[in-house]
């Protein structure tokens, strides 16, 4: 069965940097598009990032350009998100979603505090 | 950009039917298909609807989707509620520009 889990979440100071990883299982990983959601404590849910099944096409909200980088390897049916600059606001929980979205993974907690 | 608006929340008792809506804001809502999402406490999303009316295997035909170009807005219908549908709901769309698009989310109410 489709399987998508988060992992590499946790505490990090304004400013730090953290690396999530998505480990997918299930399906073919190479042909579906990939997508990375997240969700502030309390509040609904926003699109971050979204990438080809090739990695040749990639697109970014406004609020993460510039200091998030989505990237994938099919050979480890396995999708990325490079987090930089972290600030207060990244807090939220992260979910990896294969597009159109009818699979997530259970997410994974990024607390961005001093 | 455009933007999906819901309702923030509605209440229904357990047996009616209740209908969340989602209305585009620029662009026409017949344009992309639109695709509805519940979230239970502590829960990941899952899909009840995609590409406007479709159900994926295992959601009960209670769930519905449709859309309406004159009001430029999709909708999630739920009928016989039970209180396990009590949740919060997402539409989400996108566009050429924007891959994907989210509404607030809806907290629906059994009780």
């Known amino acids: 069965q489709v399987q998508l889990v988060e992992s590499g979440g946790g505490l990090v100071k304004p400013g730090g940097s953290l690396r999530l990883s998505c480990a997918a299982s299930?399906?073919?990983?190479?042909?579906?598009?990939m997508s990375w959601i997240r969700q502030a404590p309390g509040k609904g849910l926003e699109w971050v990032s979204y990438?080809?099944?090739?990695?040749?096409?990639?697109y970014y909200a406004d609020s993460v350009k510039g200091r998030f980088t989505i990237s994938r390897d099919n050979a480890k049916n396995s999708l990325y998100l490079q987090m930089n600059s972290l600030r207060a606001e990244d807090t939220a929980v992260y979910y990896c979603?294969?597009?159109?979205?009818?699979?997530w993974g259970q997410g994974t907690l990024v607390t961005v505090s001093s | 950009n455009f933007m999906l608006t819901q309702p923030h929340s509605v209440s229904e008792s357990p047996g009616k039917t209740v209908t969340i809506s989602c209305t585009r804001s620029?662009?026409?809502?017949?344009?992309?298909?639109v695709q509805w999402y519940q979230q239970r406490p502590g829960s990941s999303p899952t899909t009840v609807i995609y590409?406007?009316?479709?159900?994926p295997s295992g959601v009960p035909d209670r769930f519905s989707g449709s859309i309406d170009s004159s009001s430029n807005s999709a909708s999630l219908t739920i009928s016989g509620l039970k209180t396990e549908d009590e949740a919060d709901y997402y539409c989400?769309?996108?566009?050429?520009?924007?891959?994907?698009?989210f509404g607030g989310g809806t907290k629906l109410t059994v009780l």
């Open positions: 620029s662009g026409s809502i017949a344009s992309n298909y």
């Open positions: 990438i080809s099944s090739s990695g040749s096409t990639i």
């Open positions: 299930g399906f073919t990983f190479s042909d579906y598009y």
């Open positions: 989400q769309s996108y566009d050429s520009s924007n891959p994907w698009v």
């Open positions: 979603a294969r597009v159109p979205g009818d699979y």
């Open positions: 590409e406007d009316n479709q159900r």
